[in-house]
């Protein structure tokens, strides 16, 4: 056998460990379940599997009565009972290359013990089970053993029954400060402080382990530690991740997390809320934040993208997502046909596609804001702000109220426009257009204002348009409307470029609902309007060119008689070069500010405008005839023409109008201020469905509806079909994976391993349990607390499998390297965010706020820019913070999916692209290099120096002692202690006569140096603690 | 049994499983139990020290320098001359020749897709006449060297999952890239540098995504280490102020004796691998510094690149990826930014050609002289290449081309490549691949081919499945192998 094969082997065999250790007794039938299926699924599944657009001679290995049906050929593949007569077995045993299976191009070759084990199962009946995952868990009794004082729970025996069988002996507990060390980096993600080690190994109260753990589990860290875990598998993240990878705020979510494991919320109601917290029934804002678990996935914008085919990927991402977290199965696959291993369907993929499809979100979204949809939340101090400044409102309000009632007694002037005794020139337009109105006009935002050299007849600007044809500029809804009086004419100036006459001129006016209000001066070029008419009211012949000349229009010939308003007015040309200033009106009618001395005439210009900005039952009222009005309409107008306009009562009213209008500007900026957060909702009339053809979005097939995979439990009765029935079928108790995988990752993050190692596969490809009792009775036991998360993590830490001591035994560790049997406790380096929290710990740096926003610790600079797209997008640069939020735990940092922050991601931290269930521990340099280097480290570094000069022990080995107890929860050995004095006195001896390179080291980091404490011993005192946070012990949880 | 038979009987099992468990373990533990074992070059040349454990072919190329130009460089502009597109320029592309090939958000709007000609002339380049554009001469200038493909084409037509695709296989995140595979089955055969370094140049343009030299599923080690122009080399390597070599050194020293001893009490192999670690971690603070300091390179050579010490740029990067491969590092790869010519595609064309031309060829001549060359396969190109229908008006020496995956232009030198040659061709529009269509699988699986890796059986679990870089494709094209 070439080499290639033999090592495959070994690896085959290493897989599955119950082959590594003791010999099978000869006598032993062959398990289809534990040593059959995987043989099939991994060699012959692809073509004779699942999948049935891929089946090849009609034969399916998956299914018995497939199996075991005459083929294609009218052979059968497999005869119980008789493996000569199978074809199988011929054709695995072939030496003909034409006919051998598998094909050599398949890459898979049997190994001879694999031939073996599928000809003896043969001859022993062809003995087949359903593949045990989907089978319903059914709760095993814990089963006898021999030593019964070992075990301290149910786990244990069957922990210890294997263990008996495997003739391996337990180790002992672990001593009590590797105990308290071991929980609480398990219950809290942080090491435990020199006093409570202290305490505990002196608490000789058998119960004293017990009151430790449920100590640690009330604590707010404990949600902290388990929202950690979780954050990586709801791949959560604080930009949008594709491409340009701008910000995105959803830390709510992440708060909602720790929330939800500090509160004990039962796993199943943890499950709803995530995938449908806003399809509850009267959802609470907590709920819908909840529901944010499947927005984490990542956002495109990228121009020029698809947004049909993004839509469909963020889908794909929340299916594969859901079916790894919850089901413990790779659907991936399905989204373009048939599941290889697995009976899930691609019809099956789109039928909980379905469930996810009908989201009112965008294809392409996030450019500026969160992606849709996505909401407020105002947090508590927001709230108080409001309600603090709604009071004031309030009192302000009421002395309004009190003002007004003042102005009862007096006589406000209203009567129909008080005329002036003789006509007079109003100005509306000279250097500027009026308040409040809009201006446009192809290229004239600017209304074309221009001075000198220009022709100017008033003030310094005149505007002016130069065009080829047609043109013209305006504006429209000024706030104070042109009041038009009996024989009012308009005036206008012009001047007409000599070089560049225009054709024609024209004045234009808008009453409010429209423009058919036009004087035309010229040729018939312009063709607008109905010649003769107010709508296109010829005046004469073209002004005049090169001088200003006045032009004059008799309001009532364009159809604007007295008691009609304009808001609006445009000059236009038919091609030339004209100018244009001092518009307005000669008139006997109050204008302008005066309009406010009556409250007749203020009434008749808010009746001519064409959007009012009045409340609305002072609208209604305003165009109600005076004397019709009802009481309380008469004094919905007048009081608010007195509290806003009326130019005697301004004195009055606006100081406190001013102040309210202040509180309002500050009441929205608070609200602009409430954190946003990503969201679930559904659409009130859901998209189609279709299988998307080899998974391409531009390929619909069948259409489907929202469906669960029918190898599974079936759907509750009554579930809705939307994504809370997806949600109840996950919880259902009869579910046969979701415990088994739930439970079975939390037994991960202890032991470092689940029970079944492929955490994410629970499938034919997936490892076998090594333990698969003690999984049903775990999964049987969390379903029956209710769900009860912090039960399940109890009874795990209480059992003495969990207590055993991590000393690694060489022969054990020769039987099992990966301790997948548990004859010794787990040891394994701890997770980045736990390197980084201890280490901020032990340096008395920790910042103890929990949740809120995303921090930046130090960062090397350039990183974010070197890859940056830049411009108007967020999260383009690094901004680091400052102050405290150096020093928060890692779950706090900010994460960049396109560069993520260098020293997690060294510890293997993923980048949240997509959901991770198991993070890999690698042992790398690079982790040296942090941990020896990154300012954070050496800052800690610093933090441990000043606590242990500042402690009460004065004598180097004293703290020594101190030192390294708080990095390692235990005291030194002898030779231990004696290599830090040494590094001790020699460091010291260094920064003495080097006292600047002291001070250099000293000022690594942002926290206050004490100036009490000599530079010298801090500094070596730092490289000592360097050494220390440096240590495998340190970052290790044994 | 004593500490020290676990350990060899560790290291032995580990061997036999191809260090696939705790790769860097396995050569910690070599060097723990054996200072003097070097784990450099194997003695048999199909003995890979990653996770193959043995190569499925005598390699050709030893290592990988891939020159990405991001963006997408027009092949029309410089590689794949189009004399008859000069002649059509303002004419609406037929759509007989676009077949429905989707178009990007930015020139689906356009009413006319009008074709325009290259902008600048091309000419014949060495012995073996390759025709290139005028802008890129010192590329011509090595046109016996290398193997220009005109025929590569990929799926995408967005920068983001068309990089992604052209480096990992596939068009979503998720998978690892091909240096990542490269170090995950080859391992290293450096001591003191990892297996994959990225470097990054050019400003602005479109962003990079730590993604592009990403390990995807595989473990973290396998992620391309950045080294930069600026600040630390390598993130970290520096001492803090305060603490000199001398002074790390010391303290190092107190680190691995603590460790050792802890090692004896607990006895866990990963102990021993940390040691290693924290070696090679005080190795590279000597290596990296040493590595990227080019200001003892001679002037001439500083010329050819043109490279300028403590500058940071693309010929400072080729300069040190020539370093790079002397130090047998596995897998270089280079990101230069801004080739996306949407609009004022001449002078941008020109300014980038500026940016790569000399420091490319020199880079290629440079190996060449160092006998490097035979060994090291060099790749040039980007993640897809442009239309030739111009986005945007078309005027005198104005016009821009949208992205294009149909074809496109790359060109591989050395290591087991047929130098002189063009391979593949494209219709008179350079539009579609008329022959020896190269898709983006086949192309990573050549290069895993030269590797001396089959593309087919490098792979790893994850999820159930057995991922590759080629996904269910790939074939290896016979015809540019030397």
């Known amino acids: 056998m070439p080499r290639l094969l033999l090592l495959a082997t070994a690896v085959a065999a290493l897989a599955l460990p119950r082959h590594s250790f003791a010999e099978e007794p000869a006598a032993a039938p062959v398990d289809y379940q534990r040593e059959v299926r995987q043989i099939l699924s991994n060699h012959c599944y692809a073509c004779h599997g699942p999948d049935e657009a891929q089946l090849q001679a009609g034969l399916r290995l998956d299914q018995r009565e497939r199996a075991l049906a005459a083929l294609e050929s009218g052979a059968h593949a497999i005869v119980p009972g008789d493996s000569q007569a199978s074809a199988l077995v011929q054709r695995i045993t072939s030496t003909d290359p034409d006919t051998v299976m ?16 599928l000809k003896r199962w043969i001859d022993e009946g062809a003995k087949w089970q359903d593949h045990w995952s989907y089978q319903p868990i059914e709760r095993p009794a814990a089963p006898v053993v021999k030593d019964a004082s070992w075990p301290r729970t149910p786990i244990d025996n069957f922990i210890l029954q294997r263990l008996e069988q495997e003739k391996l002996q337990p180790e002992a507990e672990a001593d009590r400060s590797a105990l308290i060390r071991r929980l609480s980096f398990d219950l809290t993600g942080l090491p435990p402080s020199a006093a409570d080690v202290d305490a505990f190994v002196a608490d000789d109260d058998p119960d004293a382990y017990e009151r430790l753990v449920d100590r640690l589990l009330a604590s707010p860290r404990y949600g902290e530690r388990m929202a950690q875990k979780w954050l990586d598998l709801a791949r959560y993240a604080d930009t949008n991740g594709y491409h340009i990878d701008n910000h995105r705020d959803m830390w709510l979510y992440r708060e909602w997390v720790i929330d939800a494991f500090n509160r004990n919320l039962p796993f199943d109601q943890f499950v709803v809320e995530q995938l449908a917290g806003d399809l509850l029934p009267n959802p609470t804002v907590e709920q819908k934040i909840a529901s944010g678990f499947h927005r984490n996935g990542m956002v495109n914008f990228e121009g020029g993208a698809d947004p049909a085919e993004y839509l469909s990927k963020y889908i794909v991402d929340r299916v594969n997502t859901t079916a790894t977290v919850f089901l413990g199965s790779t659907l991936a696959c399905t989204e373009c046909h048939d599941h290889k291993y697995d009976p899930f369907t691609q019809r099956e993929f789109y039928s909980l596609y379905a469930y996810f499809h009908n989201v009112p979100e965008q294809g392409l979204d996030g450019r500026k804001t969160n992606p849709v949809p996505s909401m407020r939340v105002p947090q508590p101090e927001q709230k108080a702000q409001l309600a603090q400044l709604n009071r004031q409102k309030a009192e302000i309000e009421k002395q309004v109220q009190a003002k007004l009632a003042e102005f009862e007694k007096i006589d406000v002037p209203n009567t129909p426009a008080a005329l002036s005794p003789t006509p007079r020139e109003y100005v509306w337009v000279d250097d500027a257009i009026p308040a409040g109105s809009k201006s446009s006009g192809k290229g004239v935002e600017d209304w074309g204002f221009a001075g000198s050299p220009q022709p100017v007849l008033s003030g310094n600007v005149a505007s002016q348009r130069r065009a080829e044809g047609l043109s013209q500029h305006f504006f429209e809804q000024a706030s104070q409307p042109l009041l038009i009086g009996e024989g009012d004419k308009f005036v206008a100036h012009v001047w007409l470029d000599p070089a560049s006459p225009p054709a024609e001129i024209m004045l234009q006016f808008n009453d409010g609902s429209g423009w058919e209000h036009r004087a035309v001066w010229g040729e018939n070029k312009i063709d607008w309007g109905k010649a003769d008419s107010p709508s296109r009211r010829a005046i ?40 244009w200033d001092k518009l307005g009106i000669v008139t006997r009618m109050p204008q302008g500010s005066s309009i406010n001395d009556n409250q007749a005439t203020w009434e008749l210009a808010e009746r001519g405008k064409a959007k009012s900005s009045l409340p609305e039952d002072v609208q209604k009222a305003i165009k109600i005839a005076a004397a019709e009005r009802t009481d309380e309409q008469r004094s919905a107008v007048r009081n608010h023409f007195i509290r806003h306009h009326y130019s005697q009562a301004r004195a009055t009213f606006a100081p406190l109008e001013q102040q309210a209008a202040a509180l309002d500007k500050q009441r929205d900026e608070v609200r602009t201020a409430f954190p946003e957060v990503m969201v679930m909702e559904e659409m009130a009339k859901p998209r189609d469905t279709f299988i998307l053809v080899r998974g391409d979005f531009r390929t619909l097939g069948e259409k489907v509806t929202p469906s669960v995979p029918a190898s599974l439990s079936p759907l509750p009765e009554g579930a809705p079909a939307n994504r809370l029935g997806l949600a109840q079928w996950l919880v259902d108790p009869r579910h046969p994976l979701v415990a088994r995988v739930t439970v079975n990752r939390y037994w991960q993050q202890y032991f ?53 001591s991590s000393r690694v035994d060489p022969a054990k560790h020769t039987r099992d390297p990966e301790n997948r049997l548990l004859a010794r406790g787990p040891r394994f380096r701890l997770d980045g965010e736990m390197i980084r929290d201890a280490s901020l710990a032990i ?8 949740g809120g926003p995303s921090v930046a610790p130090y960062q090397p600079p350039g990183l974010w820019e070197q890859v940056g797209f830049g411009g108007e997008f967020s999260s383009q640069s690094y901004t680091q913070s400052h102050g405290r939020d150096l020093y928060r735990r890692g779950m706090y940092v900010y994460i960049k999916r396109a560069m993520p922050y260098p020293p997690l991601a060294t510890f293997d931290a993923p980048n949240r692209e997509v959901c991770t269930d198991r993070r890999e521990r690698t042992n790398t340099p690079l982790q040296a290099l942090v941990l020896l280097n990154d300012p954070a480290f050496v800052e800690a570094a610093r933090g441990l120096a000043q606590r242990i000069v500042g402690s009460e022990f004065s004598s180097p080995p004293e703290r020594v002692n101190l030192a390294f107890k708080l990095c390692t929860s235990r005291m030194p050995r002898p030779e231990e202690a004696q290599v830090l004095l040494a590094i001790y006195d020699e460091q010291r001896a260094r920064f003495e006569k080097d006292p600047a390179a002291a001070e250099k080291l000293l000022k690594v980091g942002e926290s206050p140096l004490p100036t009490s404490m000599s530079p010298v011993e801090l500094a070596a005192w730092t490289a000592v603690a360097n050494v220390l946070l440096n240590l495998d012990e340190t970052i290790t949880k044994g | 049994m004593t500490l020290d038979e676990h350990l060899r009987r560790e290291m032995t099992r580990r061997t036999l499983l191809g260090r696939s468990a705790k790769g860097l373990g396995a050569l910690a533990l070599a060097s723990l139990l054996n200072d003097g074992l070097q784990a450099a070059t194997p003695e048999n040349p199909l003995e890979a020290l990653g996770a193959l454990g043995q190569l499925h072919f005598a390699p050709k190329a030893r290592r990988v320098i891939y020159l990405f130009m991001s963006g997408g460089p027009s092949h029309i502009d410089l590689y794949d001359a189009k004399p008859k597109l000069k002649e059509l320029t303002g004419e609406e592309l037929p759509d007989s020749v676009r077949m429905g090939q989707r178009i990007t958000g930015m020139t689906s709007g356009q009413s006319k897709l009008l074709m325009v000609g290259p902008a600048y002339p091309f000419k014949k380049y060495g012995a073996c006449g390759t025709e290139m554009s005028e802008v890129i001469p010192h590329i011509g200038s090595v046109a016996d060297d290398i193997c220009l493909v005109r025929s590569l084409h990929t799926d995408p037509i967005n920068h983001d999952p068309a990089v992604t695709y052209l480096l990992t296989g596939n068009q979503q995140p998720g998978r690892p890239t091909l240096g990542a595979w490269s170090a995950y089955g080859l391992g290293s055969v450096n001591k003191n540098l990892p297996e994959y370094v990225v470097l990054l140049s050019g400003g602005g343009g479109q962003p990079l995504l730590a993604r592009y030299w990403g390990n995807g599923f595989l473990p973290g080690k396998y992620q391309g280490v950045q080294f930069r122009s600026t600040g630390d080399a390598v993130l970290y390597v520096s001492n803090p102020e305060g603490i000199d070599p001398a002074a790390r050194r010391s303290l190092l020293d107190g680190v691995q004796k603590l460790n050792r001893m802890q090692l004896e009490a607990v006895g866990d192999p990963e102990i021993a691998t940390r040691i290693d670690a924290y070696e090679m971690a005080y190795r590279m603070q000597t290596s990296v510094p040493e590595l990227m300091d080019i200001s003892k390179e001679s002037a001439g050579v500083l010329q ?6 403590g500058k940071s740029s693309f010929a400072n990067n080729c300069l040190l990826a020539r370093r790079l491969a002397e130090r047998d590092v596995r897998f270089v790869q280079l990101y230069h930014r801004d080739w996306d010519h949407h609009g004022n595609l001449p002078s941008e064309l020109k300014r980038q050609a500026d940016q790569c031309d000399r420091a490319s060829a020199a880079l290629i001549k440079d190996l060449k002289q160092r006998g490097l060359l035979d060994e090291t396969l060099v790749i040039w190109g980007g993640e897809f290449g442009r239309t030739s229908y111009s986005q945007g008006a078309i005027s005198a020496n104005n016009f821009g081309r949208d992205h294009h995956p149909r074809c496109f232009s790359i060109w591989m030198a050395g290591g087991g490549i047929k130098p002189g040659m063009t391979f593949g061709q494209t219709d008179e529009f350079g539009y579609n691949v008329v022959s020896d269509g190269v898709h983006a699988h086949d192309f990573q699986a050549t290069v895993l081919h030269l590797l001396g890796v089959d593309h087919k059986r490098l792979t790893y679990r994850f999820q159930g499945r057995d991922f590759r870089l080629t996904d269910v494709a790939g074939n290896v094209v016979q015809q540019i192998l030397a």
């Open chain 1, 102 to 117: 598998p094909p050599a191009d398949a890459g898979k070759p049997l190994s001879e013990k694999q031939i073996a084990t």
């Open chain 2, 304 to 309: 050819m690149y043109g490279a300028e010490p």
């Open chain 1, 843 to 850: 340096g008395g740096l920790l910042d103890d706020r929990i």
């Open chain 1, 540 to 579: 004469g012949g073209l002004p005049p060119a090169g001088r200003w000349v006045r032009l004059e229009v008799d309001a009532a010939a364009v159809g604007l008689p007295a008691g009609s308003t304009i808001d609006g007015w445009a000059c236009t040309q038919f091609g030339g070069h004209v100018y």
């Open chain 1, 752 to 804: 470092g391993a689940g029970i079944v190692k492929t955490s994410e596969d629970f499938g034919s490809q997936g490892d076998q349990p090594s333990h698969p009792q003690l999984l049903d009775w775990l999964a049987a036991e969390f379903i029956e607390s209710g769900w009860n998360i912090k039960a399940l993590q109890k009874q795990i830490v209480m059992s003495a499998v969990y207590r055993q």
